[in-house]
């Protein structure tokens, strides 16, 4: 496609449950970002891909958020046992050499 | 860690004038410097970046200057347009690369008005 997607755009789900955020970078992009990003705030890093490999992921806030990017193309954001202070916009951003374009981002809300 | 602040956080202008939103940076191994542009509901698109071998960027009404020693970089938007209404983020790219971790600024959201 022609830019970043993100799939589901919207997910409401309940506290416990796990979710799957799915992205699909711009076609040949090697690097994709993860970020979380709060109302009224900046977006905020959770960990990046180089291809299949995972090169940082220092901003995950603990072990239930996880994610992989099997074949280097598409990426699959991962929390498990949801808490409520999980919801927010999560988006994903790809880059070939430096700018990183950001897609539309999956909105999460845990009730 | 990197820490970027951005000033101001709102920034009203009149149709016309310039405006120029300013960010410092604590790790001077950054070299990367981009700026986004949100419009609501919208995901961060990117306007401009620079990098650290370069002081100035210029794309048509937009311009970001670099002061590596002062540690601040500026974006200016000559005869704003009631389009550039939006939130702007600066980020900074930490470690040295161009590729990976960028930190954000906290934002500013611009207006401007017929």
């Known amino acids: 496609g022609a830019g970043v997607s993100q799939s589901p755009r919207y997910k409401v789900t309940k506290r416990g449950q796990d979710v799957a955020l799915r992205c699909d970078p711009i076609s040949g992009h090697v690097s994709l970002y993860w970020y979380r990003q709060a109302l009224g705030q900046g977006p905020e890093f959770l960990t990046y891909f180089n291809y299949e490999a995972q090169q940082d992921k220092s901003g995950l806030p603990n072990d239930r958020f996880s994610a992989e990017r099997p074949e280097g193309s598409i990426s699959t954001l991962t929390i498990q046992r949801t808490e409520q202070r999980d919801s927010a916009m999560y988006r994903c951003?790809?880059?070939?050499?430096?700018?990183?374009?950001f897609g539309p981002g999956t909105r999460l809300t845990v009730l | 860690g990197e820490n970027v602040e951005q000033h101001p956080s709102t920034l009203s202008v009149q149709e016309g004038d310039s405006a120029v939103i300013k960010c410092t940076y604590s790790?001077?191994?950054?070299?990367?410097f981009p700026w986004y542009k949100q419009e609501l509901g919208k995901g961060p698109q990117l306007i401009i970046d620079i990098r650290s071998n370069v002081g100035e960027k210029k794309d048509q009404r937009i311009a970001v200057t670099l002061n590596k020693t002062a540690k601040h970089f500026s974006l200016h938007i000559t005869e704003t347009q009631p389009e550039d209404s939006a939130v702007y983020f600066c980020a900074a790219s930490e470690g040295g690369t161009s590729y990976g971790k960028l930190t954000f600024g906290q934002g500013t959201i611009l207006t401007v008005h017929p």
């Open positions: 951003a790809s880059s070939l050499q430096g700018g990183q374009f």
């Open positions: 790790d001077s191994a950054s070299n990367y």
